[in-house]
């Protein structure tokens, strides 16, 4: 029993800190089922538009709000999108939808998004930092949204 105590605290600790995990995003499965389109660049323009939405009612809020929450999840479906569409393929004859640069580009968006989601949930109970970094999530969606809707033409289902 002694040493059960320390592993549960360890797991416990390894729960807490480990960031955002399915515990804190469930839904997001739910919203890349909602965005679902003919390919994967429809889905995460889908995705994409539905971000803008989410921030725009997020701003002036404080706190964890639902629109902020929302944020949150449908921010993990569009990475789990871009990761499906981006994976290597399940066999050497199957070739991912897209591939590099296009592949790069995103994973770019990916993490400068990442990078202002964090600091954006860090500020979210400060007003005007909190809308500022919503309209800063809002220029990169707009900028994202272009580059996909460049890719729809020019990727397979």
């Given at each position: 029993?002694?040493?059960?105590?320390?592993?549960?605290?360890?797991?416990?600790?390894?729960?807490?800190?480990?960031?955002?995990?399915?515990?804190?995003?469930?839904?997001?499965?739910?919203?890349?089922?909602?965005?679902?389109?003919?390919?994967?660049?429809?889905?995460?323009?889908?995705?994409?538009?539905?971000?803008?939405?989410?921030?725009?009612?997020a701003?002036?809020?404080?706190?964890?709000?639902?629109?902020?929450?929302?944020?949150?999840?449908?921010?993990?479906?569009?990475f789990?999108?871009?990761?499906?569409?981006?994976?290597?393929?399940?066999?050497?004859?199957?070739?991912?939808?897209?591939?590099?640069?296009?592949?790069?580009?995103?994973?770019?968006?990916?993490?400068?998004?990442?990078?202002?989601?964090?600091?954006l949930?860090?500020?979210?109970?400060?007003?005007?930092?909190?809308?500022?970094?919503?309209?800063?999530?809002?220029?990169?969606?707009?900028?994202?949204?272009?580059?996909?809707?460049?890719?729809?033409?020019?990727?397979?289902?």
């Amino acid at each position: 029993m002694k040493r059960l105590n320390p592993i549960l605290l360890v797991c416990l600790m390894i729960l807490t800190t480990s960031g955002c995990s399915y515990l804190f995003y469930p839904r997001a499965d739910e919203y890349a089922q909602q965005a679902k389109g003919a390919t994967a660049v429809d889905t995460m323009l889908n995705l994409t538009a539905m971000l803008e939405t989410s921030a725009a009612k997020a701003k002036g809020g404080t706190g964890r709000d639902q629109a902020l929450d929302d944020y949150h999840n449908q921010l993990h479906a569009l990475f789990d999108t871009i990761d499906a569409a981006i994976a290597p393929p399940p066999s050497p004859t199957v070739s991912p939808q897209i591939t590099p640069p296009a592949s790069d580009l995103l994973i770019t968006y990916k993490k400068t998004l990442r990078l202002l989601f964090h600091r954006l949930w860090a500020l979210k109970d400060q007003q005007p930092q909190r809308d500022q970094h919503l309209d800063r999530c809002l220029a990169e969606l707009k900028h994202l949204r272009e580059v996909l809707q460049t890719l729809k033409g020019h990727v397979r289902s």
